[in-house]
């Protein structure tokens, strides 16, 4: 069959979105003037770009009743880390692609030459690809951050696919690396590589790849100053998990959360410390967030909530100010803004409180940001008490929704973060009172106490508080 003549589209480099003609602003994601023009080359028959599984592989697609398709869980590979099987689901599933993106200087290359080395003493050959460090760049970082024998661990400085995929045919790896897709370029487009075309047709490429000879495929993406992946984002939706890695370079905390995970959960994050002989994982991350925690200090308040299949323990620290000129301003980090908005709107409404003059800031210890609204009540009682002036003891933990009532809404896990915090040693337990009713069991040496509105979570506070002065 005679291929078609190659045609021009233009394409939204925010979202990969195609049109016929140039558009002013994408009826997709709505961007401005985002479009670029493109030539397309129309794919033949045996086109090794397309899309094919290893049980597909060589044999023409037709669609199969759902009943005769055989069903199981993929085989995964330990990948050394704990923390990355975490958050991976279990391990890398055969046959994925995981995309893993970062602030420069972050840590990606660390992790992911430390799980390279790992797979690569466990199961056998591992392809690292990099577009942006020459051989020796690699061997050094690699010499400074793993151990053990790293014969198998093979590397190939190259931006063109098209050597890639002849290195991947000889070497027949069982974990491939590339690093990074914005500089990996085919000489099938025309455009540049990191272009909308560039990324899609790379993309494919290193999806037949994965599928058709079953084996996971890292690949390292950019990010902008904001936080978003650089370039197009159409890689996102090619690959099945993305995987973020935070962090602020100034400290040694580093998070990595999954934004998509095709074989697992979104919910669970990994913890590690950036230490000269690489990352080291952080056993006990809820023990690190409270490490500051004294009772010294007036808008501290000790939180907790339940992240994938673990409790996690963090401070919440809060400051009030004179607005000196306009509005008040109110900063968020760690926590929505708009949902802040919320907390000061019920604190002035139900508790009395008057902010309008405040500026306020509030902050998530560590640099993380905790999904869920269990923290809502540590935050407006952090923002009362530096308000009002009240040191409130360190042993006290509050968890709990705050709803446009006043009323406190039954947070979930409540029995988890409750041993938790009983196992890290705090005395007192602020929770909504339905979540009390719920608990099976109480644990032993530490105090819960149930209330139903902010008010009367500000005034057991503030009973708590006067309690431990007089000690």
């Not at 925010?14 to 994601?29: D, P």
């Not at 290193?206 to 904001?226: C, E, Y």
């Not at 490490?291 to 409790?311: I, K, M, Q």
């Not at 896990?413 to 409750?418: G, I, R, Y």
């Amino acid at each position: 069959m005679a291929s078609k003549k190659n045609k021009t589209v233009f394409v939204c480099q925010n979202c990969g979105y195609e049109s016929a003609k140039w558009l002013g602003q994408c009826s997709v994601c709505g961007a401005w003037n985002s479009f670029v023009e493109e030539k397309v080359v129309e794919s033949q028959e045996g086109d090794a770009r397309r899309r094919t599984s290893s049980s597909s592989a060589g044999h023409k697609s037709r669609p199969v009743s759902i009943d005769q398709v055989k069903s199981g869980q993929k085989g995964r590979l330990d990948t050394g880390i704990a923390e990355l099987n975490r958050v991976l689901g279990g391990g890398l599933v055969q046959g994925s692609l995981t995309l893993v993106s970062g602030e420069p200087g972050i840590g990606k290359s660390t992790i992911i030459i430390q799980a390279a080395s790992a797979i690569a003493q466990r199961y056998g050959k591992v392809l690292y690809v990099s577009g942006e460090e020459s051989e020796e760049q690699i061997k050094m970082r690699a010499d400074r951050v793993c151990r053990g024998d790293l014969s198998s661990l093979f590397l190939l400085s190259q931006t063109n696919m098209d050597e890639v995929m002849a290195a991947v045919q000889e070497v027949q790896p069982v974990f491939l690396i590339i690093d990074s897709i914005q500089t990996m370029y085919t000489d099938d487009i025309e455009s540049a590589p990191g272009s909308v075309s560039q990324v899609r047709a790379c993309g494919n490429l290193l999806m037949n790849i994965g599928k058709g000879m079953n084996i996971p495929v890292f690949i390292v993406a950019h990010v902008t100053k904001s936080g978003e992946l650089a370039g197009p984002r159409i890689v996102e939706h090619m690959v099945d998990a993305v995987l973020s890695f935070n962090g602020e370079r100034s400290q040694d905390l580093r998070i990595l959360r999954a934004v998509k995970n095709r074989f697992g959960t979104t919910s669970e994050i990994g913890a590690f410390e950036m230490r000269e002989e690489g990352l080291v994982e952080i056993e006990n991350l809820s023990q690190s967030f409270l490490e500051g925690l004294s009772d010294e200090s007036e808008g501290s308040v000790a939180t907790a909530v339940y992240e994938g299949t673990r409790p996690l323990l963090l401070e919440i620290q809060a400051l009030t100010a004179p607005t000196s000129v306009g509005f008040a301003r109110r900063t968020a980090i760690g926590i929505d803004s708009q949902r802040l908005g919320m907390i000061i709107a019920v604190l002035e409404r139900k508790a009395h409180m008057t902010l309008i003059n405040r500026d306020i800031y509030v902050n998530v210890v560590g640099g993380l940001h905790p999904e869920g609204t269990s923290t809502d009540l540590a935050a407006a009682l952090a923002i009362w008490s530096d308000e009002k002036g009240v040191k409130l003891p360190a042993g006290m933990l509050a968890i709990g929704e705050i709803g446009l009532t006043g009323d406190l809404r039954p947070v979930q896990s409540a029995e988890k973060l409750v041993k938790e915090a009983a196992r890290l040693g705090f005395k007192t337990v602020l929770l909504p009172s339905r979540s009390l009713e719920k608990l099976p069991s109480r644990p032993d040496g530490i105090k819960l106490v149930g209330v139903r509105t902010l008010l009367e979570a500000i005034t057991a506070a503030s009973q708590i508080s006067q309690k431990q002065q007089l000690k």
